[in-house]
């Protein structure tokens, strides 16, 4: 019983404090340090910049962002294929493509262990920063950002789980440990969610200077909290949260969509929130997200896996600009020079996760590259404010949000003009806008859609089984019961 919660907790944690642990490329670049807690607290200036470095130190971790993750979030959709040569399976990434996984594959065991290691960081810094000697104004910022990465983690399982453990603090009973492996309702997790983001948009800032970039401001708890309220339909409360952001006037879509994902469109005014990577020695990177993705063969050194669908390419309207941002063909020259091998085993590949070697910042280290991950962006704050003013019957709303994401894109205001005609497009232009960003089969579930969507597509989804993910065989045997299946498996 104590494996499964120091997993969770502790041991993920003090693991953390050997670790680079600032977010900002000038901090990244210091060399790890072994540190006690004791030590950190003796010194809260540079202690609490540590101990919340730890928390965003898991952002960039494998098991995080990289194989695992894009495997349940992409590959399982319809917008994208395993990819790579047909006899490399990726472990379980063929299971997932063709949805006959089960508990015991392997993705769903790295996304619950990576989150809950994150949870408990950010759970072990709130109590240490509590009894921190420091102004306010710099203890309330690091709670703040240790609650909206909490919240962050909490929110990528629950999406992907449904209910799952609540720890909202650090477990120092047996009985505590034991009560804490037993999951709550999804309900209850996503309030603990909305608590942790209210509390930190009362304690972020509005800005984030230049030196700290990757460190999460206002607006991206706001931002977030809309998510968050869009996947429960709470439309008004979605409204007030994307209706703040749009009023900071601190953000606006990027002109060139492209740019977006290049190394010289990093913290645009597009961006709310992006994980910042550094391509320069030492590098530190979200570890393999560009090398599993990569085409593979000619000088490409990439795994080649997560793949766009046919299906996604024909998705795009005639001149939509995003088609050929998002998508690379084989044989296809880049923005760089670089040359897709006409002979790669797969015929397209992820565009928005290419790292260029002789135009960008690249220090031969294909696990650690520069491609900071882009996590929560303006085009989506239009997209959900059209979303939730449809809903709301205020398509005059709606249609002025959908219609600047579209003109961005190159392609004419929408022909929608009844609630239901709106709902539907903006359901498809969330596809093409945010294809390959970690999104797609979250929001086939919300929507009711995934069973119609993915058997039309081939895939073998079963309702109501999986409108979630199996809990990890794994966790549940450590818990010695405690933990339940979700339903179906």
Sequence with gaps: MKKINKL???????FALAVPPSCGKGFLEEGPRRVTIQDLIN?????AQKIIGAVYSKLYDWQQHSFS?????????DDADKGSDPGDTGADKHELDNWTF???SISF???WESNFQGIGRATYALKFLEDMNLPMQDKDRYMGEAKMLRAYFYFNLVRCFGGVPKIDKVLESQIEIENA?????ADQIYAFIESDLNDAIMKLPVVVPLAERGRVSK???QALLAKVFLYQSKWSQAKGMVDAVISSNQYALLPNYSMIWREAGEFSQESIWEVNAVGTTPNRGVEGYFLVQAPRGGGGLGWGFNTPTQNLADAYEPGDVRRAATIMFAGQTLWDGFIVNAAAPNPRYNYKSYVSKTMESFNGDDYNTNKNLRILRFGEILLIKAEVENELNNIPGARAALDAVRTRAGIGNTTASTKIEFREAIWKERRVELAFEHDRMFDLRRTGRAATVLQAHGKNYIAPKHDLFPIPQRQIDLSNGKLVQNPGY
């Design 109 to 111: 065991l790295e996304v």
């Design 219 to 221: 607006g991206a708890a």
């Design 181 to 185: 492996s037993a999951k709550v309702p």
């Design 8 to 14: 969770y907790v502790a041991a993920a944690f003090m």
């Design 43 to 47: 010194n809260p200036q540079d202690g």
């Design 102 to 104: 089960n508990p015991s």
């Design 69 to 77: 993750w894009m495997g349940i979030t992409s590959i399982t959709s």
